[in-house]
């Protein structure tokens, strides 16, 4: 990595994880205040724990990448 810059890895990692902010906020609401028609699959809340994984994912990323991070 060139010195100066900040790593394309680290501003990905900012993107999933406010992506996943996003999507656990929106699946969370839609468990409070279920839709008046569910989807199929609504009982197992596939958005709450695809954005706990983009959450995840995107805090690791910017953990690891981190621009004050010394390699």
Do not use: D
């Amino acid at each position: 990595m060139t010195t100066g810059g900040i790593s394309i890895w680290f501003w990905i990692g900012l993107s999933l994880l406010g992506n996943g902010i996003l999507i656990v906020q929106a699946g969370v609401r839609e468990m409070i205040h279920p839709p008046a028609n569910p989807v199929v699959l609504f009982q197992y809340h596939a958005n709450v724990w695809w954005g706990a994984v983009l959450l995840i994912v995107g805090l690791f990323y910017c953990i690891r990448f981190s621009p004050r991070r010394t390699n």
